[in-house]
């Protein structure tokens, strides 16, 4: 109960304040998003590969909470034989970044690709796996505040690849 209200809470906050966006290094979101998930991710004995993400424009703060909701369900959904890969990169297209997280979970069917956006959905029950499903619906809210577009695609190999867009900061990047 705690966790759905906590949940819901986040989400109705997500992306409302314009006045926080401006340009700053997405590693630092990165970097404290993992910081914030280092209890399970040595648990896990994840490996993540970090590349060279641009200088973007938006929430600091809210980017953080994006890619450790990513991240987070990398760690959860991941296929119990195989040890946890994520991988977290980005291209440019345009004006944007295009930033991906990717792993070698348990992957999502190509049928529910847009529902699991959606607040409440769930793939699976809370015994398979904990959670109250709303880690998604705030990720797409606030890229979509932030004028970007969220969505997943299948990892070669296995796994699933979530992608979204954000502005990059006029300079082009870094
Ligand atoms: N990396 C992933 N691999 C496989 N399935 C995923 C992945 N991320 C999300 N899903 C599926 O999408 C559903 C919705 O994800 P979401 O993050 O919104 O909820 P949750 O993780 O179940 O709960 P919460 O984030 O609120 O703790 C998940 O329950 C799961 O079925
Ligand atoms: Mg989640």
Redesign the pocket.
């Known amino acids: 109960m705690q966790?759905l209200i906590g949940?819901l809470l986040e989400y109705s906050r997500a992306g409302v304040d314009e006045s926080s966006r401006r340009p700053f290094e997405l590693e630092t979101s990165r970097d404290l998003a993992l910081v914030n998930l280092r209890g399970s991710l040595a648990e896990s004995g994840a490996v993540v590969e970090r590349e060279a993400l641009p200088v973007v424009v938006g929430d600091s703060v809210q980017l953080a909470q994006v890619l450790q909701?990513?991240i987070?369900?990398?760690l959860?959904?991941r296929r119990p034989e195989a040890a946890v890969l994520i991988r977290i990169s980005a291209e440019q297209r345009g004006n944007e970044g295009v930033v991906s997280v990717a792993?070698n979970?348990?992957?999502?069917d190509p049928q529910?690709a847009e529902r699991?956006?959606m607040i409440f959905?769930?793939?699976?029950t809370r015994a398979e796996?904990?959670?109250?499903?709303?880690?998604?619906?705030i990720?797409k809210k606030v890229i979509e505040r932030n004028g970007g577009r969220i969505w997943?695609e299948p990892t070669q190999g296995g796994?699933?690849t979530?992608r979204f867009t954000v502005p990059l900061a006029p300079s082009g990047g870094r």
């Open positions: 966790a949940g909701n990513l987070a369900n990398a959860k959904f792993d979970g348990i992957g999502v529910y699991i956006f959905q769930r793939l699976h796996y904990p959670g109250t499903g709303i880690g998604l619906s990720c997943v796994g699933s979530f």
